[in-house]
């Protein structure tokens, strides 16, 4: 009996860790209140979740182009959003440049956004 008890324990235990439940999560820059992503619903166990949240971590940045012109160094802006989005305004910043006969730099930043999720 007590054999069969401990059999259902452990059971019932593996059987919670793998429910799956939803969170709605948002990213947004740390120092700021700007929002790049809202009410973005993603559902799973909590590996899933987690592997999820990572991927959106990585899939999300900044960036901030530079390019020097003879009047000096001009700013292209700081930019958030989605990795396509900030690749594509890398690419139009060197194409930019290069086609002027200027020398450019970008920055990308990964570390200045955070994925936050609450239980829905």
């Not at 390019?67 to 958030?80: D, I, L, M, R």
Request: negative net charge.
């Amino acid at each position: 009996m007590r054999r069969l008890s401990l059999i259902l324990f452990f059971a019932s235990l593996t059987g919670l860790t793998s429910c799956s439940h939803c969170e709605l999560c948002e990213i947004k820059q740390k120092e700021t209140s700007l929002l790049i992503l809202t009410d973005y619903e993603i559902c799973g166990t909590n590996d899933e979740l987690d592997e999820t949240k990572a991927a959106l971590d990585n899939d999300y940045n900044c960036i901030e182009c530079i390019v020097n012109t003879p009047s000096g160094p001009a700013s292209a802006g700081y930019h958030c959003g989605e990795r396509a989005f900030t690749d594509s305004l890398e690419a139009a910043v060197r194409n930019g440049a290069i086609s002027a006969g200027y020398s450019y730099d970008c920055a990308f930043f990964r570390d200045t956004l955070e994925v936050i999720c609450i239980l829905k």
